[in-house]
């Protein structure tokens, strides 16, 4: 018997008209208006108009996140950068200040300490520390980042190169990284590197720019340095700048050494002298490249039996996903970098970007995506939307988890001892990927506590921390690459500080995944359940909630790396 296809709960309005739309200010303002003049003379007026502001959040947010989708699409398309720019510049600026009105009225309201601090302790929270931090003067700069940032969307999505005859875009010539014939990987790695000395001052310069404004936004909110102020505004509640510091050195001292010995082995099957930055990829016992698919049709059909491997409810919906072309998959001259997902709010609904090329990575990102695109779906019915949102930390444990849940359910792409070999990378790049996460952490610790630093000192900044949590790479003749590739890193410009919630988010999904070898059902069952928690708890309860533990220390890395190790053994 077929099941049953996934069929949403459909959420009709509540206060606004189903037929109510927000691209305009004058179609906003109003419903603000509105909102902010409302009487509230008891908690359970308070309860109501707070449903009532969650809704009206969404459905002007949803408008924006439209159009952020469709620029990053196409960044090269000037309708879609026009009302990208004039949500930015002429909706956003206008929000914010009406925003902290209605944030304010519930700080204020003497009805809210009669709210359950059981089931309001979260989100008042979070409207506390958002109100201390909020001033008025910072929304011109903040305006000012944003158009920053889409001018670096811009800048990468505009590069290509012309390799043997063909224009490709950086993406695209990564399939060549993992060709056999050493002199065509050099050629190709030398082609992009080229490509993006070429705009190094330009993102030099952009950066700079967004640095200097980052301070002055802290500044105005009465923080020491930016550091101490995207702290808080991340919401990081439970720890702080030396629990991270001790987390990069419990990196240093037990995943380096590792990922070390991962890459003299590499070295010494590959019979080179030195490992070079294009020996990274290529198969160590000179196999042909991992190809899963040759078209995004296949990649999201395999995901979809993956997904439904791992558990059937899960397949329904992202089957539903691509039914309803929630779905951007890609990569192609003009689009944006990287991968996300975000959600459309007043439809509860997830949608997947990602530049996909043929790699075996491509599926780790769809599966990577898709965990955040469940996490968004199990959270969907929550009532107050701020809690249909989680923080960051667990969003990543949804992402992260589905990875490694999904990872020897790859049948619709390989043969078995190719699953295997997809498997192996995996969990080897687990251990590489964090000593770059600290790498990338570090670094911004040091560019906003050293804000007068010059560009020469910023790259020699992160050549030293390459060095401290890199591996044996040789980059001789090669040094302005390895200063200057941190440019390729869009969190840095585009979401500051947001990276070290990878790492963390590591750990709890290899506890999941620890579970999962000897106990599959449970470990699912606890994840969905975490999962549906939404943002209602805080972050110790929800990783307490999937039967892991909120615990970064070196304690804690030790011997999740070691079960890495054993797995990989076996």
């Known amino acids: 018997m077929t099941a049953a296809a996934y069929t949403p709960t459909f959420y009709a309005r509540r206060n606004l008209p189903a037929d109510a739309t927000f691209t305009t200010w004058p179609d906003i303002e109003p419903w603000f208006n509105a909102l902010t003049a409302r009487a509230i003379n008891s908690a359970r007026d308070l ?46 600026p206008k929000l914010k200040p009406l925003q902290d009105a209605i944030r304010t009225r519930y700080l204020e309201s003497p009805y809210r300490a009669l709210l359950s601090r059981e089931v309001y302790f979260v989100y008042d929270r979070a409207q506390a520390n958002r109100a201390a931090l909020y001033r008025a003067a910072n929304i011109a700069r903040e305006t000012e980042l944003a158009e920053l940032e889409q001018q670096y969307q811009k800048i990468i999505g505009a590069m290509t190169v012309t390799f043997r005859g063909e224009e490709r875009t950086p993406s695209q010539m990564a399939p060549l990284l993992e060709e056999t014939d050493r002199a065509t990987r050099e050629e190709a790695w030398r082609l992009v590197s080229s490509r993006r000395l070429r705009d190094r001052d330009a993102l030099d310069a952009l950066f700079d720019n967004m640095a200097t404004l980052r301070g002055a936004v802290a500044r105005e909110a009465d923080c020491a340095n930016f550091v101490d102020y995207q702290y808080r505004s991340l919401g990081r509640f439970e720890y702080g700048v030396h629990d991270v510091a001790k987390f990069r050195d419990a990196i240093e001292q037990v995943v380096v050494p590792a990922a070390r010995r991962f890459q003299e082995r590499r070295r010494t099957l590959l019979k080179v002298d030195t490992l070079r930055p294009w020996d990274l990829d290529v198969d160590v016992h000179g196999r042909a ?37 929630l779905l951007d998959l890609a990569n192609r001259k003009g689009k944006a970098p990287g991968g996300y997902q975000t959600t459309l709010e007043d439809d509860r609904m997830p949608f997947i970007f990602m530049n996909a090329v043929g790699l075996d990575g491509d599926v780790r990102t769809l599966l990577h995506e898709g ?51 997809s498997y192996r990378e995996l969990l080897e790049g687990i251990v590489l990927i964090l000593p770059w996460i600290a790498t990338v952490d570090a670094f911004q610790h040091w560019i906003y506590t050293h804000p007068a630093h010059s560009r020469d000192e910023r790259a020699a900044a992160w050549t030293a921390l390459l060095d401290r949590f890199g591996g044996i790479v040789d980059w001789t003749g090669l040094e302005d690459a390895k200063a200057n590739s941190w440019h390729r890193q869009l969190h840095i410009f585009l979401y500051p500080f947001y990276y070290i919630e990878y790492g963390i988010a590591q750990l709890g999904a290899l506890q999941i995944w620890r579970r999962a070898l000897t106990d599959r059902p449970g470990a699912v069952a606890a994840y969905k359940r975490a999962l549906a928690l939404g943002g209602t708890k805080t972050l110790p309860e929800l990783f307490d909630a999937a039967d892991i533990s909120f615990d970064f220390s070196a304690a804690a890395v030790a011997p999740l790396i070691e079960t890495i190790l054993q797995e990989l053994e076996a």
Request: glycine share 6%; net charge negative; hydrophobic share 40%.
């Open 289 to 325: 490249p991992l190809r899963p698919f040759t078209d995004v049709d296949k990649l999201a059909a395999g995901a979809e039996s993956i997904f439904d491997g791992v558990d059937p409810e899960l397949g329904r919906q992202f089957a539903y996903m691509r039914k309803r072309g």
């Open 371 to 421: 965990g955040h695109a469940f996490h968004a779906l199990a959270a969907r019915d929550r009532p107050l939307a701020a809690y249909r949102e989680a923080p960051i930390e667990f969003c990543e444990v949804a992402s992260m988890t589905m990875e490694l849940l999904g990872a020897r359910n790859l049948e619709a792409f390989y043969g078995p001892d190719d699953v295997e070999r």
């Open 47 to 92: 309860e109501e108009w707070l449903l009532d502001a969650g809704e009206l959040f969404a459905a002007v947010n949803q408008e924006g996140v439209e159009r952020y989708i469709a620029m990053t699409c196409q960044t090269d398309d000037p309708d879609r950068e026009s009302a990208h720019l004039a949500w930015v510049r002429d909706i956003e």
